[in-house]
């Protein structure tokens, strides 16, 4: 079988990794791939959101899987575009891609489906907003409806940031026709988890727990970004209670999404905040996350073709996924700068020394090979994953192959997984 991977970071590397090990796939192709992509199959100059180009590409090379790395596509029609040539795609629906492309949608479907999630407010009137924030205790969040490359969340201390966040959203409309809507919730307290799960439409299948770090600084200071290093599991999310997870978090939504007709096939990820009245859910991805997919990938034992195909066709079972019970360990290399202006172009070196490292396995995401080396692209440049036995002995491994690696200006989050070993 011919697979296209869409998406070009760290988890579709990770991907193209995982589906390689299937002894039946021929000729795999990511669009547009990186440098990691690059070693395992041919990356496509067709960007993620140039649907027209994946489907005549996924028409001419005979392929039999197309995989849906980002959410960008999904929410352009993706699923449905290469679908309609018989072609089968892992991923949701354009209806259900928008529990992560609208925040509006994912909210109004949580309170209906009774997910618990933080109270909230929509408004498309920026005179509106504005009077309720008023009224509004601090802190208090305000988000960008659609797709703002997650840059449209501002949890705002004061009135004056409230003020300027909804400004700038809703009349500078930074964001463009992204924040034209807007919801304004109230600010969660607590520690963050993420939950994902394989869906068919009907099945769901928990995968284990994660957390991300998503602010650039240790300690979780500084700017957000895409995630700066993930571990899994998480100990704030133990197995034990994967169960009721799914059944709080994923359950609802997926039985309403199927009871109108709308099933949701893909990856199903709800960002947590785990309150001190219980996990309340932050968000919808309609995809793995990433840095997330790339320690689940490392922990991932079954065969993930056959969990997508089975998640298309509607015979996903539990049977079919299964995870070693080992830990995993993802710490992000960035470009200093990253998530604001950062340089480009830098070589890397050292990343075969750091997979001589028992149980590690680097994953290239802002990279594309140069004469056969890496060079960085991107603000985040690499996933350096490992696995051990518990959390500090892949930390250990994570790390200590992040010291063999090299490039001009690299930055990295020192406190990966600090969290989980406070609680393990
Ligand atoms: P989102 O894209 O909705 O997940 O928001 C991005 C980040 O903003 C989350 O990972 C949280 O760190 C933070 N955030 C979002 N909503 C809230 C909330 N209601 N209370 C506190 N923090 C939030
Ligand atoms: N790492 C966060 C995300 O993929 O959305």
């Not at 509004?136 to 009135?159: E, F, N, R, W």
Request: aromatic share 6%; charged share 20%.
């Amino acid at each position: 079988m011919n697979i296209l991977i869409v998406g070009g970071g760290g988890r579709e590397h990770a991907l193209a990794w995982k589906i390689r090990q299937n002894p039946d796939v021929d000729k795999l192709f990511i669009a547009p791939g990186n440098g990691g992509t690059a070693l395992l199959g041919t990356n496509i100059p067709l960007q993620d959101d140039d649907i027209e180009g994946i489907v005549t590409f996924a028409k001419d090379n005979g392929i039999g899987l197309v995989v849906a790395g980002p959410e960008l596509p999904l929410v352009l029609g993706l699923q449905e575009a290469v679908s309609k040539f018989g072609v089968p795609c892992f991923g949701p629906c354009t209806f259900a891609a928008q529990l992560e492309g609208s925040k509006a949608f994912a909210k109004n479907m949580m309170q209906e489906t009774g997910v618990p999630t933080a109270a909230f407010r929509v408004f498309d009137s920026h005179e509106r907003a504005l009077s309720y924030v008023r009224t509004h205790p601090l802190p208090m969040v305000i988000k960008a409806d659609g797709l703002a490359a997650g840059k449209g969340v501002v949890i705002a201390q004061t009135m004056h940031e409230a003020e300027e966040a909804l400004h700038d959203m809703m009349v500078k409309q930074v964001f463009g026709a992204a924040g034209l809507t807007v919801v304004v919730e109230e600010a969660l307290i607590g520690e963050e988890a993420s939950f994902m799960a394989f869906c068919d439409g009907s099945t769901i299948v928990s995968m284990p727990s994660l957390q991300d770090h998503k602010r650039i600084g240790d300690n979780d200071t500084g700017l957000n970004t895409g995630g700066m290093g993930a571990y899994s599991p998480a100990p704030i999310l133990p197995e034990e209670q994967y169960h009721a997870m799914a059944d709080l978090a994923i359950r609802p939504i997926t039985e309403h999404l199927a009871a109108i007709g709308q099933p949701f096939k893909g990856v199903l990820y709800a960002g947590l905040m785990m309150t001190v009245n219980g996990p309340m859910v932050l968000e919808y991805n309609v995809r793995f996350g990433d840095p997330e997919c790339q320690p689940l990938m490392a922990r991932l034992k079954s065969d993930l073709v056959e969990i997508m195909l089975a998640c298309v066709k509607g015979t996903l079972s539990p049977e079919r996924v299964e995870f070693l019970q080992e830990t995993s360990c993802c710490v992000v290399m960035a470009a200093h700068g990253y998530p604001q202006a950062y340089p480009k172009g830098m070589a890397i070196s050292g990343i075969e020394e750091a997979e001589g490292i028992e149980s590690v396995k680097v994953f290239q995401a802002g990279t594309r090979l140069q004469d056969g080396k890496p060079v960085s692209t991107g603000g985040r440049v690499l996933g350096v994953t490992a696995l051990g036995t518990d959390l500090q002995q892949a930390r250990e491994r994570a790390y200590l192959a992040t010291k063999k690696i090299h490039f001009d200006n690299s930055y990295y989050r020192k406190d990966i997984a600090n969290k989980g070993l406070r609680r393990s």
